[in-house]
């Protein structure tokens, strides 16, 4: 596989972490606003911590890989950042 293909794939996997995060962000405000005493809200706060840290370690993956190619400058590519929504 070559360059362009691995961070179109790395980009994919971000996008689809991001959504499974958020997801599970949107279930866990459902559960503390509807149930906040149950059980199941231990577990939606699990959920989405895995779903963080998961979109997260992606995240920080495809920034190192964009950063590769930008090498010779000591710094990444800020705009393709941007665009990807990795800087902060």
Not at 6 to 31: C, N
Not at 39 to 68: F, H, P, S, W
Request: glycine fraction near 8%.
């Amino acid at each position: 596989m070559n360059k362009p293909e691995q961070l179109e794939d790395l980009r994919a996997l971000y996008r689809a972490g991001f959504q499974a995060w958020a997801s599970q962000v949107g279930y866990l405000d459902q559960i503390q606003k509807s149930v906040p005493e149950s059980g199941v809200l231990k577990d939606a706060q699990c959920r989405t911590i895995a779903a963080e840290a998961g979109y997260r370690e992606v995240r920080n993956r495809l920034a190192e890989e964009m950063a590769v190619g930008h090498s010779d400058t000591g710094s990444r590519n800020e705009s393709s950042l941007e665009a990807d929504g990795l800087k902060s």
